[in-house]
């Protein structure tokens, strides 16, 4: 009988049967591809042996047992360590994952020389020749004694050089450009990456040394290649920024090995990638001193805090029907808060065009957004400065009650560490280590942001304009 065609999901790893526009299990479109059923050969190669008698079952340990603490390795980067919980454990398997030109080569290859200092690393790259990498390390002025590199693709090939190298880190730039020749799929398909990080892992596990798996991004920003990905190693990290601005964000999404709200900062320069200190500074940079109509907000990408900029231009229109232009945020969520601060508190935007932007192309979705965005419309209003270091999220309803929303403590441990010293925010529920450092403004309603800004009646919004 000829055997039925497999589809994986490239985003989270679930077979199908038949083809579909449309994953069943995560959603996503047009992520099945077809795969040839060797995983299948492979389960079944393995359920064999476990019948045979040689096979002496599995060793089991009481919770009581001591065993020594695991041992981190710190890299030398102090960002880097920070975000990994103190180094890197024997054995771990990391994942860095970030846009293309982002930087994952550079740091990894300054993490790798660093290391290498005392340590015997190896990089592999299935990117770039053997002699772009020794060019590369020496722009950087990296040198180190105990760092081999090497362009390799073939998994089975990288596992017997691991056994006679015996190295105590080893880079692979990137996992979806490895392959196991006994696979027939391309390299970067899931049975491929699936395949190929877990060959690599469970070498790492036997011969005890530590893994990085630098990681292709998706255009929706996830880490190309199955999710399953993401399950199988122990720590996952995003490398992030604007391309066109120096600054670049390290960032845990999830560690097994110490706390996930660390953020590492760092700078690229002319030489390779510069550790910042003090990351509010270069944050808030490019911010001017108290202007009207900007406010930051601690958004939320899944678990991961990210501060935004939203800035707002209130003036007065010219046309019969004043302008609404967004860019980042949704219209009809701008109708909305617009028509409640006319009809709850009397602003006067009837006459004016409001423009509202998201800066660094940056597009927010979640209604946390509102009370930023209303600090920015009614500071741009009456030309009210809004203090740099101030920041604010909330929800905001129909009769301008402002509500709760998720994970309150993370934004503002966020905001913090980024150098934010006051906080607008709903009463809500949260932890007390998460106020320190930030004087917080509690709001049921838009009541305190209404004496502090107040309001600009459409009359006078007239007379304003008749002296411009
Ligand atoms: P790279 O590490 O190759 O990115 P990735 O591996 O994430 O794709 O980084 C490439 C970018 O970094 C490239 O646009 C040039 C820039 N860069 C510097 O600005 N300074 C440097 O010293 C180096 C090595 C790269
Ligand atoms: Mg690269």
């Known amino acids: 009988m000829a055997k039925a065609p497999r589809y994986l999901c490239r985003d989270c790893g679930s077979s199908h049967t ?34 045979s008698s040689k096979n002496k079952g599995m060793v089991v340990r009481s919770l009581a047992d001591k065993i ?32 293309p030109g982002i930087g994952k080569s550079t740091l990894m290859l300054q993490a790798a020389s660093l290391c290498g200092q005392n340590r015997k690393v190896l990089y592999i790259s299935g990117e770039e020749s053997v002699e772009q990498i020794l060019l590369r390390a020496e722009r950087l002025s990296q040198q180190s004694p105990k760092l081999e590199v090497a362009a390799e693709t073939s998994v089975e090939n990288i596992i017997a050089g691991v056994q006679k190298l015996k190295p105590s880190l080893v880079i692979i730039d990137s996992i979806q450009t490895m392959h196991l020749t006994s696979l027939d799929s391309a390299p970067g398909t899931v049975t491929q990456v699936r395949a190929s990080s877990h060959l690599l892992m469970s070498a790492a596990k036997k011969y005890g040394f530590s893994v990085i798996l630098i990681g292709h991004v998706t255009k929706e920003g996830a880490i190309a290649g199955p999710r399953v990905l993401e399950h199988m190693v122990d720590t996952v990290l995003y490398f992030e920024g604007e391309r066109s601005q120096h600054f670049r964000l390290l960032r845990a999404v999830k560690n097994r090995f110490g706390a996930c709200d660390e953020i590492g900062v760092f700078e690229m320069s002319g030489v390779g990638l510069r550790e910042v200190d003090n990351p509010s500074a270069l944050f808030l940079a ?78 927010l979705l979640e209604p946390a957004a509102d009370l930023a965005v209303v600090i920015a419309l009614i500071s741009s209003l009456g030309n009210y400065n809004v203090p740099a270091n101030l920041a604010a999220f909330g929800e905001v309803g129909l009769s301008g009650e402002v509500r709760a929303v998720p994970q309150p403590d993370i934004r503002m441990r966020e905001a913090a560490k980024l150098g934010f010293a006051e906080m607008i925010m709903p009463k809500q529920k949260i932890q007390k280590s998460a106020k320190d450092n930030l004087h917080c403004t509690l709001c049921s309603d838009l009541n305190p942001l209404v004496r502090r800004f107040p309001p600009i009646k459409e009359e006078e919004t007239h007379s304003q304009a008749a002296f411009m």
């Open 286 to 363: 490019d911010r001017e001193e108290a202007i009207p109509g900007t406010c930051v907000i601690p958004a939320l990408e899944g678990t991961r805090p990210i501060l935004v900029e939203i800035q707002a231009l209130v003036a007065p229109s010219h046309f019969a029907a004043p302008r609404r232009a967004v860019i980042g945020w949704d219209q009809q969520r701008l109708a909305m808060i617009l028509a409640v601060l006319e009809k709850r508190f009397g602003y006067g935007f009837g006459k004016q065009d409001v423009y509202l932007n998201i800066t660094g192309g940056y597009r």
């Open 68 to 99: 020594p603490p695991a041992e981190y390795v710190p890299i030398g980067i102090a960002e880097f360590d920070r975000v990994l919980g103190g180094g890197i454990v024997a054995g771990a398997a990391v994942l860095i994952g970030g846009d």
């Open 18 to 51: 038949v083809w579909a526009g449309r994953c069943d299990d995560c959603g996503s479109w047009n992520s099945l591809e077809e795969s040839d059923n060797q995983l299948g050969h492979f389960s079944k190669k393995l359920e064999s042996g476990t019948k």
